[in-house]
C-alpha cells in the first residue's frame, strides 16, 4: 500500500516559525515533524510514500530527496495552489494503482496508529476517530455499529467526542468521487465533502478509533506537546564530551562533537544535538531539546523548550516554555515571562494557549537583558537592544530600542 501525506499548506497559525518553512519541518525531538510520520510508515512496512508539497517546498525535498535514508522511496507532487484536501489528493490520482493511505503532515503518529488503521481496514473508505473530552474546533463523525453515518465540520456545540483525525484509507474510486465534489462555503474542495458525498450515496465507510499516539500541531505552542511526548521515549546516548562535575539524570542524548562542561545538571528527557557548546553550571530541565551547534553560556536554565540549530544563548538566561528559532543570537540576562491559559491574537483572531513562553522566528539578534512578556513572539531578521522589555509581537525585520 502506497501513502500520501498531505504537506503542502502554509501553517499561517505556527507563524513566524512558518515563515521560512514549512510547518512540517519544524523539528520535534530534534527531528521535522514528517520524519516521525514517515518513520511510522516505514516501521508499519509502508514504504511508498508520495508528498503532496507547495509552500516551501524546497526545504522539504532538500531534507528528504528520495527517501533512501530513511528507508523509504519518496515521490513529489505539487499542489501550488491551496485548493482544499480533496484537491491536494487528486493531484496524486496518476501514481496511484490500489487502495492508499492519506494522512496529514501536521499531525504526529506512531507505528501503533497506522498498525490500527490498517488492521480496521473496512468498506469503501475507512477513517481514523480519536476520542477527545474537548472536540471544540475539530470536524466530528456520528457513527452506528463502526459505520460512520455523518461528518461534521467544527460544530458549535457537542454532539460526538469521536474527532475526525484526517487519516483515511481510500480505493482509487474516490477520484471519481473528488470529480463531482462541489466547492464548500469556504472556497476550497474538502475530503470530508467528498465523504459525506459518499455516505448519502450509500457506500460503505467505517471508522477505527485510535487508542494510540494522534496529536494535532495547530499552533506553534502545540510543539511543545509533541516535544514533551517524543522525549519521553528517548534512550540515554551520550557520544559528546562530558566533563567531571556534571550532573546527569534520566534519559539525556548528547550528540557528537558536543561539550558539557562542568557543573551543568541536566534533568532528562533531554536531546542536546551535534556540535554544541554547554555550560558550565547551567541547568537543562525535562523536554528540552537544543539543535546542532548551538552555545548556552554560563549559568542558563532552560526548561520545557525547543531551540532550533545555530542558536547562541548568553550567560545567566533563563528560557521556559517557548520555541527559538534558528540562528538566533541572545545576549545574557535574557528572560522568558511564563503565562497560562492565555488568549493570544493572530490576524484579529484570538487562540488558546495553556501555557507559553515566547516564540521567536529565525535570524534575530538580541542584545543584553532582554525580557520578552508571556506569550508576546519576536518575528525574523529583527534587532532588540539591550534593556528592553517586549510588550507586544515584533513583525519581520524590526528595530526595538
Known amino acids: 500500500m502506497k501513502a500520501v501525506i498531505l504537506s503542502a499548506g502554509e501553517g499561517l497559525r505556527c507563524r513566524p516559525l512558518t515563515l521560512t518553512r514549512s510547518k512540517v519541518i519544524l523539528p520535534v525531538a530534534n527531528k521535522p515533524l514528517l520524519e516521525h510520520i514517515i518513520k511510522a510508515l516505514a516501521e508499519n512496512g509502508i514504504r511508498e510514500i508520495i508528498l503532496v508539497v507547495g ?115 481510500f480505493s482509487p474510486d474516490i477520484f471519481e468521487e473528488i470529480e463531482r465534489t462541489p466547492l464548500s462555503e469556504t472556497g476550497e474542495y474538502a475530503i470530508t465533502d467528498t465523504i459525506q458525498q459518499m455516505i448519502s450515496g450509500g457506500k460503505e465507510v467505517t471508522m477505527v478509533i485510535s487508542r494510540s499516539m494522534w496529536i494535532d500541531a495547530v499552533h506553534s505552542w502545540d510543539f511543545l506537546k509533541a516535544n514533551a511526548i517524543l522525549l519521553e521515549g528517548c534512550k540515554k546516548d551520550v557520544k559528546g ?116 513562553g515566547t516564540v521567536i522566528g529565525d535570524d534575530n539578534t538580541l542584545a543584553i537583558r532582554v525580557l520578552i512578556k508571556a506569550g508576546k513572539m519576536i518575528s525574523n531578521n529583527c534587532s532588540v537592544e539591550a534593556g528592553v522589555t517586549v510588550h507586544k509581537d515584533i513583525p519581520p525585520g524590526s528595530i526595538v530600542v
Open 55 to 169: 509552500y516551501k517546498k524546497e526545504r522539504i525535498m532538500d531534507h528528504f530527496g528520495d527517501g533512501m535514508g530513511f528507508g523509504v522511496n519518496i515521490s513529489y507532487v505539487f499542489q501550488d495552489a491551496q485548493l482544499g484536501t480533496a484537491h491536494a489528493v487528486k493531484q496524486v490520482k496518476e501514481y496511484i494503482d490500489g487502495d492508499f493511505l492519506v494522512l496529514n503532515g501536521d499531525n504526529l503518529i506512531d507505528a501503533g496508529t497506522i498498525a490500527e488503521m490498517l488492521a480496521g481496514k473496512k468498506g469503501a473508505v475507512t477513517l481514523l476517530g480519536v476520542e477527545r473530552e474537548q472536540t471544540l474546533g475539530y470536524g466530528v463523525l456520528i457513527s452506528e455499529f463502526g459505520r460512520v453515518t455523518k461528518i461534521l465540520e467544527k460544530p458549535k456545540e457537542v454532539v460526538s467526542h469521536i474527532i475526525n483525525a484526517g487519516i483515511y484509507i
Open 241 to 356: 564530551t562530558v566533563e567531571k562535575g556534571v550532573t546527569i539524570k534520566g534519559n539525556v542524548s548528547v550528540g557528537e562533537n558536543s561539550l558539557v562542561r562542568s557543573g551543568c545538571y541536566i534533568i532528562g528527557p533531554v536531546t542536546i544535538g551535534k556540535n554544541c557548546d554547554i555550560g558550565p553550571n547551567t541547568v537543562i530541565l525535562p523536554s528540552t531539546a537544543i539543535g546542532d551547534n548551538s552555545s548556552i553560556g554560563p549559568s542558563v536554565e532552560i526548561q520545557n523548550s525547543i531551540l532550533m540549530n545555530d542558536v547562541r544563548i548568553g550567560s545567566n538566561s533563563y528560557i521556559s516554555n517557548s520555541i527559538i528559532g534558528a540562528n538566533n543570537t541572545i545576549g545574557s540576562h535574557f528572560s522568558t515571562e511564563v503565562g497560562s491559559e492565555l488568549m493570544i491574537e493572530m490576524k484579529g483572531i484570538l487562540h488558546h494557549a495553556d501555557m507559553l
